[in-house]
Structure formats: structure tokens, C-alpha cells
């Protein structure tokens, strides 16, 4: 009669056991780890399979928690002026999170849709002054556009997508998936660590004398191609944290 008992037993703490690796799979840090991870396959390991596996399990991730898939976005942005190429292509880092994000939201909502039959609410976004700027900006974007002669149309495209309709896609998928208070701190620390990882480069080429003499004076630049842009970057990342700190009024 025991053995029954010791079996139930030991399969009640296995199933225990079993849950908690399921939770622990399932939380953030592992969630946020495997998206590095992915993001490293796809923008280090050469080669185009390694980019298709790597870009395929973060979309997959992204599909998962598109509110951790957020952010990837500041991590990768600094990358802008190193561009992963892809055959003849060159993609940034930040351009691909941004298009996975995107893809994702678009799958998620429009199977919501398909099983509900009920479009997404909408409600909390109209009449925000945000949301008004970002359209203003897309529509005067677009009729930019036309100025260009032919021949340049398509620079121009690309201009716009990467300086106007990318920069307001991932402010509309803030807006979709960011709902808490924790969900804005994990966003301020990303900012923080990025331009953290990007000072680092700037105070080891200062250190190692590998900076760029501008009227006289060695400059660090980091990633960037030059000082002035890493100055922009240091200066707006201290922004947020002073936005969100309750003595921000002080």
C-alpha cells in the first residue's frame, strides 16, 4: 500500500519541479537572454543561414513577449552605422528588431481578429498630443516624398523610413504594449545601458589614443562616426531617467 503513495508522491514533486523550470523558461531574464542571444546569432556569426536562424528565433520571441521585444530597440539602435549585410543588402540591427516588432504585432492582432471578429480599441490612443504629432510628422514625411526628381525618389524613400516611419513605429508599439510602471523602467534602463556600453567604447579609444584629432584635440566617437554624434547620444540617454525620477520637479 505505501508504494502507491511514495509513486504519488514523488510524480506530485516532480510535477512541481516540472512547473518551475516552466516558470522559470518563462521569465523575463531568460526571455530577455534568449533575445540577445538570437539577435548575437543573427548580427555576429557570418553567413546567411546564420542570419535567417537567428532573425527566425527572435521573430519567434518577439511573437512570444513583444513588450520585452522593446527593448532590443535601444540595445541595437548605436549599431546604426555598422549595418549586418545580407548579400547586396545592408540592414542595421535596429531597422530588423523594429520589422520583427512590427510583423509581430500585425500576426498577434490580426488572429485576435479572426477568432474575435472584433477590432483592436483604438480609444486610448486618439486625442493624444503624441499620437497627433507622430501622424503630423508621417503625413508631412510622405509629402516630402514628391519634392525629390525621380532618380532620387528612392534614397528618399529610405530616408524616410529610417528617420520618420521607423522612429514612429516603435513609439506606436510603446503605446501597444507598454502598460505598467515596470514596463517603462525596463525602457529607461535599457536607454541607460546602451549609452553605459557606448561609453565604454568612447573612454577605451580615449585611454588607448585611438581617438580623432579635431582642431587639436583627440576625440573618442565610440560607434559613431563622429564626436558630435556620441555627444547627442550621452546627452538624450540621461534624459528619461530624469524624466521618471520622482525628484525630477526638484
Same mark, same amino acid.
Given at each position: 500500500?505505501?508504494?502507491?503513495?511514495?509513486?504519488?508522491?514523488?510524480?506530485?514533486?516532480?510535477?512541481?519541479?516540472?512547473?518551475?523550470?516552466?516558470?522559470?523558461?518563462?521569465?523575463?531574464?531568460?526571455? *530577455?537572454?534568449?533575445?540577445? +542571444?538570437?539577435?548575437?546569432?543573427?548580427?555576429?556569426?557570418?553567413?546567411?543561414?546564420?542570419?535567417?536562424?537567428?532573425?527566425?528565433?527572435? @521573430?519567434?520571441?518577439?511573437?512570444?513577449?513583444?513588450?520585452?521585444?522593446?527593448?532590443? =530597440? %535601444?540595445?541595437?539602435?548605436?549599431? @546604426?552605422?555598422?549595418? !549586418? %549585410?545580407?548579400?547586396?543588402?545592408?540592414?542595421?540591427?535596429?531597422?530588423?528588431?523594429?520589422?520583427?516588432?512590427?510583423? #509581430?504585432?500585425?500576426?498577434?492582432?490580426?488572429?485576435?481578429? *479572426? !477568432?474575435?471578429?472584433?477590432?483592436?480599441?483604438? !480609444?486610448?490612443?486618439?486625442?493624444?498630443?503624441?499620437?497627433?504629432?507622430?501622424?503630423?510628422?508621417?503625413?508631412?514625411?510622405?509629402?516630402?516624398?514628391?519634392?525629390?526628381?525621380?532618380?532620387?525618389?528612392?534614397? #528618399?524613400?529610405?530616408?524616410?523610413?529610417?528617420?520618420?516611419?521607423?522612429?514612429?513605429?516603435? @513609439?506606436?508599439?510603446?503605446?501597444?504594449?507598454?502598460?505598467?510602471?515596470?514596463?517603462?523602467?525596463?525602457?529607461?534602463?535599457?536607454?541607460?545601458?546602451? #549609452?553605459?556600453?557606448?561609453?565604454?567604447?568612447? =573612454?577605451?579609444?580615449?585611454? @588607448?589614443?585611438?581617438?580623432?584629432?579635431?582642431?587639436?584635440?583627440?576625440?573618442?566617437?565610440?560607434?559613431?562616426?563622429?564626436?558630435?554624434? +556620441?555627444?547627442?547620444?550621452?546627452?538624450?540617454?540621461?534624459?528619461?531617467?530624469?524624466?521618471?525620477?520622482?525628484?525630477?520637479?526638484?
Amino acid at each position: 500500500m505505501s508504494r502507491p503513495a511514495v509513486s504519488g508522491r514523488w510524480s506530485v514533486v516532480g510535477g512541481q519541479s516540472r512547473g518551475e523550470r516552466k516558470e522559470l523558461l518563462q521569465s523575463e531574464p531568460v526571455v *530577455l537572454a534568449a533575445m540577445l +542571444l538570437s539577435l548575437g546569432l543573427y548580427y555576429f556569426v557570418p553567413g546567411l543561414v546564420s542570419a535567417l536562424v537567428g532573425g527566425a528565433l527572435f @521573430f519567434a520571441l518577439t511573437l512570444y513577449r513583444p513588450d520585452l521585444h522593446l527593448v532590443m =530597440v %535601444p540595445l541595437a539602435a548605436p549599431l @546604426f552605422y555598422r549595418p !549586418r %549585410p545580407l548579400g547586396n543588402l545592408y540592414f542595421s540591427l535596429a531597422e530588423v528588431v523594429i520589422v520583427c516588432g512590427v510583423a #509581430a504585432w500585425a500576426l498577434r492582432d490580426g488572429t485576435r481578429f *479572426l !477568432r474575435e471578429r472584433k477590432f483592436p480599441s483604438v !480609444r486610448a490612443w486618439v486625442g493624444q498630443p503624441a499620437v497627433i504629432l507622430a501622424v503630423a510628422l508621417s503625413v508631412i514625411g510622405l509629402l516630402w516624398l514628391l519634392v525629390p526628381e525621380a532618380e532620387y525618389r528612392k534614397i #528618399a524613400a529610405y530616408d524616410f523610413w529610417r528617420t520618420v516611419l521607423s522612429p514612429i513605429l516603435f @513609439f506606436a508599439m510603446m503605446l501597444r504594449w507598454l502598460r505598467t510602471e515596470r514596463d517603462i523602467w525596463r525602457m529607461v534602463g535599457a536607454w541607460l545601458i546602451a #549609452a553605459a556600453l557606448i561609453g565604454r567604447e568612447g =573612454v577605451e579609444q580615449y585611454l @588607448f589614443g585611438e581617438t580623432v584629432s579635431m582642431e587639436g584635440v583627440g576625440r573618442a566617437s565610440s560607434v559613431y562616426p563622429s564626436s558630435t554624434a +556620441l555627444g547627442i547620444d550621452e546627452g538624450q540617454s540621461g534624459q528619461p531617467r530624469q524624466r521618471c525620477s520622482p525628484d525630477a520637479d526638484d
